[in-house]
Each structure stands twice: as C-alpha cells, then as structure tokens.
C-alpha cells in the first residue's frame, strides 16, 4: 500500500484496510499455557478437555444413609421399614457410596430408634441421591472450545475435570512512546510551557481494559533519531507500538519519519475529527500507531483503530455500544470533511433521552470523563440542528440514564457537592450538569430537555431576581422557583490586587485585561446591567468580549496570569486564592418544572438541601447565605 501524507481516507476504509494489512503480516496471538488458577479471564487457545471424570465416583448428593434400595420396597406411612445398624451406612454429601448400596435416604426421612435402627415410611427409589460418575463431566469431553474467554464457573468446571493447565493466548505487549520537548512527567507544580504526560496513564488504562498489557518507555525528545531509536527498542520488545504526538505536519513532527525509517506509512490522515492525524503504520507484523497529541483524539484512535486489532488478535467478535435515539438539547455544526465524535451527556426526561453536548476541543480529556455518550456526525454532514432526533453511542449503562438527574442552567460549584451527596444518599442515583447559563436553563426547561437548572437573573428594573423572568418564559406556569442560597458576586482579582482595582471604573484603566461570562449567563447580565447602571461603556473594557462558561474557568484565568479581572461568586475566587471585592448578593434559586417535582430523585435533592451535609460544605467552600434551600418560593 502506498504511503499517503495527510490523506483524508474515511474511518471505515482506514480501519479495514489496517485490519486486512496486519492480518496478512501475521499479526496474530501466541499461544502460551498458564496454571488453570491464574486463567479467568484468559481466552482459550484450543479446546479444553476433561482428563477425568466429574464426579469420579458415586457421591451421596445428600446428608443421610446409604442402602440398598430394595430393603426399602413397601414401606408406607401405616407399614414402615425398620432397617438394623448393619443395614445401612451414614453417609454426609460428597461421600463415597459404599459398595452394595445404591441409594441414599435424606436424614429428615429418617426415624431413628434407641437402638440404632431406623425406620422407613416411603421406598427408596434404585440411584436417588446418588450422583453417578461422570454426572457432571466426563472425560475426554470438551470443557471449553477455543477462543472463549474463561469465567469464574470454568475454572471450576477445568479442575473438577482434573485440568491444571490450560493453553491460552497471550496478550499482547503495546509499548507506549511519549515525544515532545515540553513534555514532563506528571507533576502538582508544572512550570509555564510545560505540558504534563498523562496520555501515556489514559491509554496504558485503556489498554488493560482490552486485555493488552502496556509497556510505557522513558519520554523522548522532538529529535526524528531519537524518536526512531525509541521506535525501533519497542518493535524489539512489543507485539504492537504506540508513537504519541509528533504525527501532525508540525516542524516537529517526526512520528511518520520514524515509522517510515523502521517499517511503513499505510495512511496518514484520517476523516475523523479529533484524530485526523493519525499515521497507521506497521514494521513486518507489528502495529505501529501514531497517536494525536490531544487526549480526546488519541482516546478516539486508540478505541476506533487500535482496538479492531486487538479484537483480531483475539480472534473476537467487536462487542459494540448500544446505540439509542436521543433529543439533542443543542445544535451542533461540524465540517463536511470530517466523521465528527461528539461527546455528549445524557438523562431521560419526560420519556425522552436528551443528549447535551460537551465542550467540543481535542484537549479536554474531562468531556469524555463526563461523557454518557457519543453522537456521531457522518462525513458530508453539516451538523444536527436543536431538537433533532439522533442515534447516541451509549458508554454508560442504559439503566443509569433511567437514574440520572438532568441539570441545566448557571454554574455554581455547590451543584457539584449536590451531586455527590445524592449518589452518597443513593447509589443508584446520578446526576448531571451541563453549564449554559440562566437564559440556556429557562429555554432547556421550556423545551422539557431538564429535570432543573439553576437561575440567576436579575430583573433591572426593580433589582429582584427570577420571578420576572420566569413569568415572562413560562405564562402558562407549570414550573417551580425552589430557593436555594443567596451567594455574593464581586471582582475576582489577582492575588494581591496589582493592579489596585478598587471600582467598577478601575476596569476600563490601560494595561487591565479582564474576562467575562459568556452571553445569557446570569452573570453576563449582571455586569451588564452594572455597567450600564455606572455609566461605563463595557466597550472600554479590555477583554469584555472573551467569554468562559464558569466561574471557576474565570477564577483560572485570572490565576494563571492571562487576565487580571473578572465577575464571579466568592467560592470560586475562594478554590484559586484570588482577592475578592464584593459587589453584590444575589439569589440563586433552582427551576424545577412540575413534571419533576415529585419524582424520587427530585425529592431527594431537596432532602439533599435541606440537610446538615449540604450546609457544611457550603460553609467550607464560604460566600453563601443559608436560608431555607429546598423549600419553594413560588409556584406558577
């Protein structure tokens, strides 16, 4: 196959093709023998077959006494069998049956007389209670065929057929090479510029999970000769090779240079997005990947093109995610050039699964953290619009997402330990939060898309918060304000206030960089009105336009450097170490429309809030006023 540089090849053909090279070059699994003991969870080589007998033996299947059935013939409830001492022999399950008898009787059958004999008021039928040789197995039977994965019960089934060793294949070896000059292994203090490796960590997990045993190799720098001599160690050592990062275009891209030093470039460039740089390569019968940079792209190439080969070295059938029909609470547009992986979250609401799609950048590996599933975007297609009926990849179980509590609106970080007491109350329950703002809740909640959302929206006119808008989106009612906390919002600045900013005004001083909440977010609405109500055009202010989507993203913007101010709650600023100026208290209350109200998640939120739990660590986390949270404030 020739070598194509940054091909655009579509998921489909790239993965066959890859499948059909390798399995022509022989990439296959060894078969190796391991102690039966140590084999769950192996697959099997060759079939398995019993060496003996199981049970070996005729073996009482009860606590009783074995006899010989005939002296038990006619015996009835009015005419009972007495057998003497002699007659019969007291035998425990699993016993030997002794020679000369045929049958056992169960001891609560059993009447026992002072001298040791016992009588009898039903006949004992020839081989009752009596496990036969070879009941259970017999040898020279096949135990297990080949290429089954083996299970606790196997285990069993092999030694109780006298198997000790089984033959097994061997899983493969998949070294892991992580490139880059920036690159530094994990640390809790990196400096500017440097780029933790964690990659290596996700994909060694990943690789576990598909019965390959990871082997991660010491970084290398962005050097073609390095990365080559790395490249080729592995090959020695390894059935299968992962390069990560360097296979871009980059002017430190060598991961195709290398792989084309020791082997071949199949494709370079796959139709999929995150992931399109991938490099499918191989030297003789050995995989060679080149893995994207970016987390979320390398955990897509791994799951879409390394597994198919592990599913072959297993000689296993690919076990797909379910895939269901989901609302999706969001539009979504994608390029035509591109198999687009969306990462989405989900929760039934109203009979309906709705899909809400995470932060779409190849870096962040907390999507697929969160992600319940994966809508996935075909080639040629420009995206979904909001509301559109779409096929999800499920990776979370079916049944969770009947369990789930759909949370969308305004951020606020107490929604995070809401989530975990509630799983802590309730195993069984989740929940899930997506951050679009106030104005993104109320319209997610018009559309029946959520179980709640968090509001904060304030009404200019008469400073009051909520119930205008509330009234205004929802005239026909249905849906209940539940108070929640009232929660101070001011400046967050940086740490030891350099930049003296004292005011509302002082943010539109030269040199002062500042980040906003995006537009439709409480917040946003806030400083808005705020501006608007000291006279400052927000024009003036350097960096009102660049918008994040919680307050802790603000607070670590403003921690690390990149802007010098921004509007947010207490809380945040609080987790950053950030100096804090006050500007007001306002209310933040939960929207919960009546359809969820008396369902026993949503009931056991409010328990949630109104508990002793909630309230520490509302303490802990500081700039919250506790009132009543958990009780409605008004029903419309």
């Not at 296959?28 to 060759?46: F, K, L, N």
């Not at 009482?60 to 069998?81: H, N, W």
Request: glycine share 10%; charged share 20%.
């Amino acid at each position: 196959m020739a070598f194509q540089y940054l091909s655009n090849v579509s998921l489909e053909e790239a993965r066959e093709r890859y499948r059909a090279c390798m399995h022509s070059r022989g990439f296959a699994a060894p078969e190796e023998t391991v102690s039966v003991q140590d084999a769950c969870g192996r697959i099997t080589a060759a079939p398995v077959y019993a060496h003996i007998c199981a049970p070996h033996y005729p073996a009482s299947a009860m606590d009783g006494i074995a006899l010989l059935a005939r002296q038990t013939f006619g015996a009835t409830e009015t005419t009972p069998v007495t057998l003497d001492v002699g007659d019969f022999t007291v035998v425990d399950t699993g016993d030997p049956i002794p020679e000369g008898c045929d049958a056992v009787v169960m001891v609560e059958d059993i009447v026992q007389n002072e001298d040791g004999s016992v009588r009898l008021y039903a006949p004992a039928a020839p081989w009752q209670h009596v496990r036969q040789i070879g009941e259970d197995i017999c040898a020279g039977e096949m135990v297990l065929s080949s290429h089954v994965r083996i299970t606790p019960a196997a285990v069993g089934a092999m030694l109780a057929a006298g198997v000790l060793t089984v033959p097994v294949l061997r899983r493969p070896a998949v070294g892991i090479i992580p490139t880059g000059d920036e690159i530094v292994p994990p640390t809790d203090a990196p400096r500017p510029g440097d780029i933790v490796e964690f990659n290596s960590f996700i994909f060694s997990a990943m690789l576990r999970e598909w019965d390959a045993v990871p082997k991660t190799y010491p970084i290398v720098p962005d050097r073609r000769e390095d990365i080559a001599a790395a490249l080729r160690r592995a090959l020695d050592e390894c059935d299968a090779v992962l390069l990560n990062a360097g296979s871009s275009a980059g002017r430190e891209d060598y991961s195709a240079e290398a792989v084309r030093e020791t082997g071949e470039v199949l494709i370079h460039g796959v139709a999929i997005k995150p992931g399109k740089p991938a490099i499918l390569g191989c030297c003789g019968a050995k995989p060679v990947l080149g893995v994207p940079g970016y987390p979320v792209s390398g955990i897509l190439v791994l799951t879409e093109l390394l597994r198919p080969l592990l599913d072959d070295w297993f000689y296993a059938a690919p076990e797909p995610d379910p895939v269901r029909e989901a609302v999706l609470a969001r539009s979504v547009v994608s390029g035509l050039k591109y198999r687009e992986f969306v990462r989405v979250r989900l929760g039934v609401v109203q009979d309906r699964l709705i899909a809400s799609p995470l932060n779409r950048g190849s870096g962040v590996v907390s999507s697929f953290m969160k992600a319940d599933g994966i809508l996935e975007i075909p080639q040629d297609t420009e995206g979904y619009e909001a509301g559109a009926n779409v096929r999800v990849r499920l990776l979370k179980r079916p049944e969770a997402l009947e369990h789930t509590l759909v949370a969308i609106g305004s951020h606020d970080p107490l929604l995070d330990e809401c989530a975990d007491l509630l799983h802590l109350a309730d195993p069984s329950v989740y929940m899930s939060s997506t951050h679009v703002g106030s104005m993104g809740g109320i319209m997610a909640l018009r559309r029946g898309e959520a179980h709640l959302g968090g509001i904060h929206l304030l009404d200019e006119r008469d400073g009051s918060y909520n119930t205008a808008f509330v009234r205004k989106y929802f005239p026909g009612g249905g849906v209940r304000l539940v108070e929640c906390v009232e929660r101070t919002q001011g400046l967050m600045l940086a740490p030891g206030n350099p930049k003296g900013i004292r005011t509302l005004s002082d943010l539109t001083e030269k040199g002062v960089r500042y980040v906003n909440r995006q537009k439709g977010s409480g917040t946003r609405i806030l400083i808005d009105y705020l501006c608007k109500k000291e006279g400052i055009d927000s024009a003036s202010i350097y960096g009102y336009e660049r918008e994040e989507f919680t307050h802790t993203s603000v607070a670590a913007q403003i921690a690390s450097g990149s802007a010098d101010a921004g509007m947010g709650i207490y809380s945040a600023a609080g987790l950053y170490g950030l100096e804090f100026l006050p500007i007001c208290t306002e209310q933040y209350d939960l929207l919960i429309p009546d359809s969820a109200f008396d369902t026993p998640p949503v009931r056991r939120l409010l328990e949630i809030l109104q508990g002793p739990a909630f309230r520490a660590r509302l303490e802990a986390l500081g700039g919250y006023r506790i009132g009543n949270p958990g009780t409605v404030r008004e029903r419309f």
